[in-house]
């Protein structure tokens, strides 16, 4: 596996409960539902993760979320990247980010570990998935990492650094 892929998404509750969603990397994962079932809110919540400015989540989630996570996976190295969720209506800017191989998923929010702000998670996510070669650049980091999303990060999920698309059995 030389891309990155979502191993899971992650929920944690008001009440000391979480919801886990787990995706098997390397594989396809086809999400189907009826309408308004929450299928566009796994899409908004790893943009959230990705530092998106917006919180594109219901009231009926932010209402009983405090925290969202999802979990990366690349060879022999994961990334855990959680976010606190505002209850007001702007995005939170107290993330969590873990770096490491078999990271577990804490059972409880207060367990996250790696509590950054936004502007050092932007750094980190751009640096893991390749689109800044902070070596390359001294000075004025933060005007090219301003925009980290998984619209930014949709290529690096789909090729790996050679370019080549996956396989995937039929």
């Known amino acids: 596996m030389n891309r990155w892929n979502i ?80 209850q007001n209506s702007s995005s939170s800017g107290k993330m969590f980010i873990e770096i ?17 702000n936004e502007r050092q998670a932007r750094n980190m996510i751009a640096q893991r998935f390749g689109l800044i070669d902070f070596k390359s650049y001294e000075e004025d980091i933060e005007t090219n990492i301003s925009n980290v999303s998984i619209r930014q990060l949709t290529p690096y999920i789909f090729l790996d650094k050679e370019g080549e698309c996956p396989t995937y059995p039929t």
Not at 33 to 57: E, F, P, R
Not at 105 to 111: E, M, S, T
Request: aromatic share 8%; with cysteine.
């Open 7 to 86: 191993s899971h998404v992650i929920y944690y509750s008001q009440h000391g409960q979480k919801r886990v969603l787990e995706f098997e990397p390397g594989n396809v994962t086809i999400i189907t539902g009826a309408s308004s079932t929450g299928k566009t809110y796994i899409i908004n919540t790893i943009d959230y993760c990705l530092c998106s400015s917006d919180i594109n989540l219901s009231n009926f989630v932010k209402k009983r979320v405090t925290h969202v996570a999802v979990k990366w996976v690349k060879k022999n190295t994961e990334i855990l990247v959680a976010r606190e969720i505002s």
């Open 100 to 116: 490491g191989n078999k990271i577990i998923i804490p059972d409880l929010a207060i367990y996250l570990k790696g509590s950054v």
